[in-house]
């Protein structure tokens, strides 16, 4: 640390994203804070990406007056593989959600499949409200606060919410979008808050190989709606309840994980 007045033992290190450049190029993309104090309680998702999967990322300087713009000294560099957001990653989120919506309507598979700590953005929960209008169907899993009402006849029937707390903090962040067959996950480090998309620098990226992305989709999507142990499905009335379980054995997907 070279800034006068700060001591490593007195800074906070918070990036979500890092890059790495000690004989060949790689970049450290996770979707939560990597802070020293917090790093054994959050169940978070990383990917180390090798230069076969350029990332170019440039400083992101706020300017409250002009709003964001990409500076690396003098020169632009593009974001490329990663949505960042103040920027664009707003806009990315109501179009991936309306592609699903055109993927329905054409008859092709679609769906989405989400995990994330909370869900208040009025405008993406409309988005979400419009596709499950369309039948859209729709599996979120939050795990705290959700503004979005599940279940509701005639405004969000195919929409399901659960939340697990459990020995983990839940805190990733994954969105997953059918997409007609040709399946996208995105790992990122933005709840669908208005904090996020409007006022922090955030960012979003796709899982490009095979093997992690089908990992991610077990582990962190299929598993945890698996769970009849610690999830909680929310009502349109905003209560929780239990998964009822009957004679199924019982599943922990936390326990699970580290089974």
Known sequence: MNHDGLRPENTFFGADRCSIQQRQDRAIESDSNQC???????????????PSFKIFFSTQVIDAGSGPRNEVGDAEVPHRKL???????????????????????????????????AITDTVLIEELYSAS???????????????????????????????????????????RFVNGGNE???????????????????????????????????????????DNVKMRWLRCDGSYVRRITGDEIPLDSQQRLIA
């Open 133 to 175: 209008r369309a039948g859209v169907p729709i599996d979120l899993l939050v795990r705290g606060v959700c503004c979005l009402r599940p279940g509701v006849k005639g405004l969000s029937e195919t929409i399901r919410v659960g939340s697990i707390v459990g020995r983990f903090l839940e805190h990733s962040r994954v969105y």
């Open 184 to 226: 996208e996950i995105y790992l990122s480090s933005a709840d669908l808050m208005s904090r996020n998309l409007d006022r922090r620098v955030e960012v979003m990226f796709p899982l490009e190989d095979h093997e992690i992305r089908n990992r991610v989709r077990r582990e962190a999507l299929e598993l945890p709606f698996s």
């Open 36 to 50: 020293d104090n917090l790093r054994t309680i959050p169940a978070d998702l990383a990917l180390q990406q090798f």
């Open 83 to 117: 949505v960042v957001a103040p920027v664009n990653l707003r806009d990315r989120f109501v179009e991936l959600i309306r592609r699903e919506v055109d993927h329905f309507q054409a008859g092709r598979p679609a769906g989405i499949v989400s995990k994330m700590n």
